[in-house]
């Protein structure tokens, strides 16, 4: 079962509105991260947004906002003033603290986002 | 530039072809990891090393697949007779260390392409 889920393969958006990518997990640990990389054509991987598993508050940076709702063991990321820079890739990833396994990062299979001018 | 470079960017080969990929991870950061990623999918944990030592190898890293890293700094992952299955980008990341979010930095990849 995927642990990662990202359901919207593709996204579009105008200039300078806000949009949501969604990202659903799951995990029996009680600790664990969330993080959201963005990937531009380049291929490089670049670090967006990190929520705690017991972080209170939901993460935010810059632009990046990251809707955390345990509950519903979602995690979906909130780009506000879409720029046409932020054309890529967006990955969800999960890292389980539990031993032995906080290794290695567990990915989604991303959303394309396309911010049209 | 201080961030994590991998050499080549990409690779042409024959199958069955040895092909060798370098990284060099951001210098005080002692936790080194690869990666593959294959067209529409995220990213596969190949490896992981702390220091020089290889403390982590995934399923999918066949006998074909050897990463070192020897000094503890720089590591490279050798593919041995290459296979078209290999073709894929693959990606180095490194972090200091697995604490409060243990944020991977990347490098822009090696793509592979295997005819």
């Known amino acids: 079962a995927q642990k990662i889920t990202q359901t919207q393969p593709g996204m579009f958006v105008q200039e300078k509105e806000a949009v949501t990518l969604d990202c659903t997990y799951d995990?029996?640990?009680?600790?664990?991260?969330l993080f959201w990389y963005k990937q531009p054509s380049s291929g490089e991987m670049i670090f967006l947004i990190y929520q705690g598993s017991y972080d209170e508050q939901n993460a935010t940076e810059g632009r990046y906002s990251l809707n955390f709702q345990k509950a519903r063991k979602s995690a979906n990321l909130v780009i506000s003033a879409s720029q046409l820079g932020d054309s890529a890739m967006y990955f969800c990833a999960m890292r389980e603290w539990s031993a032995g396994n906080n290794r290695k990062l567990i990915w989604g299979l991303g959303t394309s986002l396309a911010v049209n001018p | 530039d201080t961030g994590v470079s991998q050499d080549p960017r990409h690779k042409i080969t024959k199958r069955g072809q040895n092909v060798t990929f370098r990284c060099d991870p951001i210098?005080?950061?002692?936790?080194l990891y690869w990666y593959r990623q294959t067209l529409g999918q995220g990213p596969e944990f190949l490896t992981y090393?702390?220091?020089?030592?290889?403390?982590?190898k995934s399923r999918l890293l066949s006998d074909r697949f050897s990463a070192e890293r020897p000094k503890g700094s720089f590591s490279t992952l050798e593919i041995q007779r290459t296979e078209q299955g290999d073709s894929a980008m693959y990606l180095c990341?490194?972090?200091?260390?697995?604490?409060?979010?243990?944020?991977?930095?990347f490098g822009e990849g090696s793509r592979l392409t295997v005819l």
């Open positions: 210098s005080e950061h002692n936790r």
């Open positions: 995990t029996s640990d009680q600790s664990y991260g």
């Open positions: 090393f702390q220091n020089e030592a290889q403390l982590e």
């Open positions: 990341a490194s972090s200091p260390k697995v604490g409060i979010s243990g944020e991977l930095f």
